[in-house]
């Protein structure tokens, strides 16, 4: 009976809620020193779905290996401002989906929201010079955007730096082996079987091997890259490039910046920790019809919004998000502990069976 009567709800409450959050409002003048252009926090979120049962390719797409489990997945970006209300909901898509290629394909929605207008060019302030405002996500979203603005966290070289060390290894060993073949007399030559030098090509000649290696420089201390667009928007970073380009800090000037964008896109964790708290429904594991999950996570979003006015979002939302976590973490052992007994046992039955005739 209840059921039914959400099913003939559904459709009416969300047409409702769409329309009165369909005009998103925009960003005001000042929002942080840090990162000033920053209009948006985005991130997903994925929740937990009953095992498919039939078609095989069905079930791949729908299984989430960073999370080990069959899931749906959609995407929230929260407004970077109090009260930092959800403004974008994309529809939802199976768990197997990487972050990235979900933000690819709705990104359109932001482009144009992301525009400044001109009195909000006119605004701008002294660290913040862009023509259109910022995103702020996490790791899961780098990649190379050229129509939009993502500030993310910085990547890490360990493996390019390890890659130019051994460069620089061989580059020398090849000059040491043309040095000794260049500088052997010729009386020995006459007296001794000839033996072909080792082949070295042109480019690897003594020259251009020393030229290579005093253009080459090789940092002293561990370095990390930064996309151009991550730079611009940052004011502590130390160092700054244009779009097309990357800039090059320290490891301790990355730890810096990378708690700084942790701690500024900390609102989107904390909007998912509100939304769970209030919908059980996304909060474990979704057990109503994948047809309709679309629909139920854009309501609970737009609900919570309406939450969000009355009950502002608040630090204990993220400590109670990390308890679910772990709950969650913990029961799924559980299961998978179960079944892994169960499997044994039964494969004990049958040995035993086998073993009686």
């Known amino acids: 009976m209840v059921s039914n009567s959400i099913r003939e709800i559904r459709p009416y409450l969300l047409r409702v ?68 209300k959800a403004l974008f909901v994309s529809d939802s898509v199976p768990g197997g ?38 995103i702020m996500a996490d790791k899961g979203y780098q990649g190379h955007f050229i129509d939009i603005n993502v500030i993310t966290p910085i990547k890490r070289i360990h493996k390019a730096i390890k890659t130019l060390n051994e460069k620089e290894s061989q580059l020398t060993e090849l000059e040491s082996i043309q040095t000794l073949s260049s500088s052997q007399p010729s009386s020995f030559s006459s007296s001794q079987p000839s033996f072909s030098s080792p082949s070295v090509s042109p480019l690897l000649s ?50 810096i910046y990378n708690k700084k964008v942790a701690k500024h896109r900390i609102p989107v964790e904390w909007f998912f920790v509100r939304l769970k708290r209030l919908w059980l429904r996304l909060s474990d594991k979704y057990t109503g019809s994948r047809e309709v999950f679309s629909s139920d996570a854009k309501i609970a979003c737009w609900l919570t919004n309406i939450v969000i006015d009355s009950n502002s979002l608040e630090a204990d939302d993220g400590i109670f998000y990390r308890k679910v976590e772990e709950f969650s973490n913990r029961k799924e052992k559980e299961r998978k502990l179960i079944q892994e007994i169960n499997a044994r046992a039964s494969m004990e039955r049958k040995m035993i069976r086998k073993a009686s005739k």
């Open 97 to 134: 989906f990487h972050d990235v290629s979900l933000f690819r394909s709705g990104k359109h929605r932001y482009i144009e929201y992301l525009k400044k207008t001109e009195e909000e060019k006119i605004g701008n302030s002294v660290h913040d010079q862009n023509d259109s405002w910022s």
């Open 206 to 255: 003594s020259n251009s091997t020393s030229s290579q290696l005093s253009s080459i420089s090789f940092p002293t201390e561990d370095l990390q890259v930064v996309p151009a667009a991550v730079m611009v928007n940052s004011t502590q970073s130390g160092s700054t490039s244009s779009k097309a380009g990357t800039s090059v800090m320290s490891t301790k000037e990355a730890e």
């Open 17 to 84: 809620l769409d329309d009165i959050f369909k005009n998103p409002p925009r960003p005001p003048k000042f929002i942080s020193e840090d990162f000033p252009s920053v209009a948006l926090l985005v991130d997903a979120t994925t929740v937990r779905c009953s095992v498919p049962v039939g078609d095989f390719d069905d079930a791949r797409q729908l299984f989430d290996g960073h999370h080990n489990s069959y899931s749906m997945k959609f995407e929230v970006a929260v407004s970077a401002w109090p009260p930092f």
